[in-house]
C-alpha cells in the first residue's frame, strides 16, 4: 500500500490570503485526487491533479480559486486562494494504487 | 449522479457486540465500493474493497458485502472493542476513478 505524507496538518490563515497543501507519495500511483471535508459532510471531490497538464476540475470548482500542481507521478499541491472563513474545511489528497485509494492525513484549515 | 447514504449516522455499542453498519446507492452500475474507517487527524484508513463482480469481502473482524441490485452494502464487525470506535465511510466508483462518499457512520464502543 502506499504511504501519502500531506503537509501542512493544519493551518489558521487570514481571509484573503492564500495556502499551498502539498502531497508526496511513497510510490508511483496513476492518478491523485485532492478531496474537500466540510464540517460535519462527506467528502467531495474537488479535481483530479493529472501529471504534467491541467486538472480536471469537479462542477462548482474551478483553477483561479484551487489551482493545483502535479509535475511528477508522486508529488502535487493544491493552493486555496483568495480564502474566505466558507473555506474553512479539512482539505485531503489521496492516491489510486491498483484499486484501492489511499489518503493523506489531511490539512484542517481554519479562516479567519 | 451518484448518491450515497449511510445509517445510522451515529452509533454507541458495548464492547463484545456484533454491529452493522448500512450503506446505499442509487446508481447500480458501480465500478467498486470501499469501506474507509476515518480517525481525528489521521485522515482515511482503507479497510475493505468489492470489487463490482464481488459479493462480499472479509479482513480479520470486519466483513463486507455488497448487492448491487439493490444498491446496498453492508460492513459487519464481530466483537466490537474500544479501539473500533471512528467514522465510518462507504464510497463508490462508477468508473475506475474517483470516489462518491457517504456522510459516514460515528461509532463509539463503550468498555
Known amino acids: 500500500s502506499a504511504v501519502i505524507s500531506q503537509k501542512p496538518s493544519r493551518d489558521i490563515c487570514q481571509r484573503g490570503t492564500s495556502l499551498t497543501i502539498q502531497c508526496q507519495v511513497d510510490s508511483q500511483v496513476t492518478m491523485m485526487f485532492w478531496y474537500r471535508q466540510q464540517p460535519g459532510q462527506s467528502l467531495t471531490l474537488i479535481a483530479t491533479a493529472n501529471q504534467g497538464s491541467e486538472a480536471t476540475y469537479e462542477s462548482g470548482f474551478v483553477i483561479d480559486k484551487f489551482p493545483i500542481s502535479r509535475p511528477n507521478l508522486t508529488f502535487s499541491t493544491l493552493t486555496v486562494s483568495n480564502m474566505s472563513p466558507e473555506d474553512s474545511s479539512i482539505y485531503l489528497c489521496?492516491?489510486?494504487?491498483?484499486?484501492?485509494?489511499?489518503f493523506g492525513s489531511g490539512t484542517q484549515l481554519s479562516v479567519l | 449522479k451518484q448518491e450515497v447514504t449511510q445509517i445510522p449516522a451515529a452509533l454507541s455499542v458495548p464492547e463484545g457486540e456484533n454491529l452493522v453498519l448500512n450503506c446505499s446507492f442509487t446508481?447500480?452500475?458501480?465500478?467498486?465500493l470501499q469501506w474507509f474507517r476515518q480517525d481525528p487527524g489521521k485522515g482515511l484508513t482503507s479497510l475493505l474493497l468489492i470489487q463490482s463482480s464481488q459479493r462480499e469481502q472479509t479482513s480479520g473482524r470486519l466483513n463486507a458485502s455488497l448487492d448491487k441490485s439493490s444498491g446496498r452494502s453492508t460492513l459487519y464487525i464481530a466483537a466490537s472493542q474500544p479501539g473500533d470506535s471512528a467514522t465510518y465511510l462507504c464510497?463508490?466508483?462508477?468508473?475506475?476513478?474517483?470516489?462518491?462518499f457517504g456522510k459516514g457512520t460515528s461509532l463509539l464502543v463503550t468498555p
Open positions: 446508481d447500480s452500475a458501480i465500478y467498486n
Open positions: 464510497a463508490v466508483a462508477n468508473s475506475g476513478y474517483a470516489l462518491n
Open positions: 489521496s492516491g489510486r494504487g491498483n484499486e484501492k485509494l489511499f
